[in-house]
């Protein structure tokens, strides 16, 4: 018994971790908002948006209040704050051999060693070109790329036709960084998962599909 009130003081506490709004008063929980004490039951998450330059910046500064709303409405994650840091130079070192593109894999590196404790995820943001190793290329320009499961992401607004989509890659590439989530299994061109096969149309994709969350489509 014991046990077992510890282990419901244990569960009190997260949820007064995740909102602060919900108070443990007596052992009996209280909260001005159901649907919040709701949502917080399901994985919490902070973002951390790392701008490489002045437009990236701008264009992250932007985009934080969408990203939060989308991706809450999506995978019912909490995302308790999106924070843009300060501008960071990119190193020449990370340039590929023509000095043209940034490899995406080196500014994941990078972003490794920066100090992002306390936080859940980092997605770097910028507006140079950043290319991989991928569709028989050794250099091939890309829009984002993530190390799957290490809340480690890059997205790059340049090869990015509609600026207002920007929300997207990023959501694509949080579900790879942070839930583990591979493509989409469906190949659903209206899923937020689908592969970009080389050129992603972020046009029609504004879901993620039910196969992705783990639900059969009927
Ligand atoms: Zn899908
Ligand atoms: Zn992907």
Not at 31 to 59: F, G, W
Not at 168 to 181: I, N
Request: proline content about 4%.
């Amino acid at each position: 018994m014991k046990k077992l009130s510890f282990l419901l003081l244990a569960v009190f506490g997260l949820l007064v971790s995740c909102n602060n709004k919900t108070e443990v008063q007596n052992n009996v929980l209280t909260t001005n908002d159901t649907t919040e004490y709701l949502d917080c039951t399901t994985p919490v998450c902070t973002i951390l948006l790392q701008p490489y330059d002045k437009t990236a910046e701008k264009y992250a500064k932007d985009v934080s209040k969408t990203l939060k709303e989308r991706i809450e409405s999506m995978d019912y994650i909490c995302v308790q704050q999106v924070k843009v840091l300060p501008i960071k130079q990119l190193p020449d070192t990370l340039l590929n051999q023509a000095k043209t593109r940034y490899r995406a894999t080196k500014i994941l590196d990078f972003q490794k060693q920066s100090h992002y404790k306390g936080h859940h995820v980092i997605i770097g943001v910028t507006s140079s070109d950043i290319s991989t190793s991928i569709h028989g290329y050794q250099d091939y320009g890309i829009q984002g790329l993530a190390y799957m499961g290490q809340e480690n992401c890059v997205v790059s607004t340049y090869r990015l036709k509609n600026k207002k989509d920007l929300w997207k890659p990023m959501v694509h590439e949080f579900f790879h960084a942070f839930m583990h989530m591979p493509h989409c299994p469906a190949d659903d061109p209206t899923c937020i998962m689908q592969d970009g096969h080389g050129k992603p149309n972020w046009t029609k994709r504004t879901k993620i599909c039910n196969k992705c969350l783990g639900y059969d489509a009927q």
